[in-house]
């Protein structure tokens, strides 16, 4: 079963906007810890956005702040990701994970410690 799926990814045209959903497949699997990193091609993946629920506050990469905005709707166990002013770099399959019973939730944690993830949505931002 998987734990996390995410969608709303697509093309659009450099300054264009697209809502990315992760959805999980049950409360559980919102996890204290919710991130999305991405992976462009022969590119490693990195972290995007980290959202900590016990603190209130997400962290974001350098190179998505003031675009990208996290925010998470309980009740439809879903995560979202805003992101507006796009630009061809961001092209990459965008992945979302949850971790549970952490105290460290921001940029620098690495996907490979979380244990629920989702297979992945695309997005590619054509010039």
């Known amino acids: 079963q998987t734990q996390l799926a995410e969608s709303g990814g697509g093309s659009v045209q450099t300054g264009g906007s697209l809502r990315l959903s992760c959805t999980a497949s049950a409360p559980t699997y919102m996890g204290v810890c919710m991130a999305w990193f991405r992976q462009a091609a022969g590119k490693e993946r990195e972290g995007v956005a980290f959202?900590?629920?016990?603190?209130?506050?997400?962290s974001y990469a350098d190179s998505v702040k003031g675009r990208f905005t996290v925010s998470r709707d309980t009740a439809k166990n879903t995560l979202y990701l805003e992101m507006n002013s796009l630009k061809p770099e961001d092209t990459a399959m965008y992945y979302c994970?949850?971790?549970?019973?952490?105290?460290?939730?921001?940029?620098?944690?690495?996907?490979?410690?979380?244990?629920?993830r989702g297979p992945g949505t695309q997005v590619t931002v054509s010039s």
């Open positions: 994970a949850a971790l549970r019973n952490t105290v460290w939730c921001e940029i620098g944690r690495a996907y490979n410690d979380f244990p629920w």
């Open positions: 959202h900590f629920t016990n603190a209130g506050t997400t």
